[in-house]
């Protein structure tokens, strides 16, 4: 059974900080793509970042220079480090592992709230 599961989601005043972790079970971690999104209530749900299984990484531009995104085949794991939190990242983040040849899988998501 493959398992995403989200944490590190919270609130934070803006300027803050928090890192987003997702770990896996169920798949060969190694091969995946794996990438963060992000939705709002009434919202599409748009892609923040993702990283390649060679590790190679992309970042919607609203978030470049505030989110990296990294991953630890070891352990299964995808963090979101993010800094200079905005109110406007405020939604619930999801976590994504997809390769071309098998169906992608999601997390429950971790909620992030930027607010003073």
């Known amino acids: 059974q493959v398992q995403l599961v989200e944490s590190g989601g919270g609130l934070v005043h803006p300027g803050g900080s928090l890192r987003l972790s997702c770990v896996a079970s169920?798949?060969?971690?190694?091969?995946?793509?794996l990438t963060w999104y992000r939705q709002t209530p009434g919202g599409e749900r748009e892609l923040v970042a993702s990283?390649?299984?060679?590790?190679?990484?992309t970042y919607t531009n609203v978030v470049k220079g505030r989110v990296t995104i990294s991953r630890d085949n070891d352990r299964n794991t995808v963090y979101l480090q993010m800094t200079g939190l905005k109110p406007e990242d405020t939604a619930m983040y999801y976590c994504?592992?997809?390769?071309?040849?098998?169906?992608?899988?999601w997390g429950q998501g971790t909620q992030v709230t930027v607010s003073s």
């Open positions: 994504n592992a997809a390769t071309p040849r098998t169906n992608a899988y």
């Open positions: 169920g798949i060969a971690f190694s091969i995946y793509t």
């Open positions: 990283i390649a299984p060679g590790g190679s990484s």
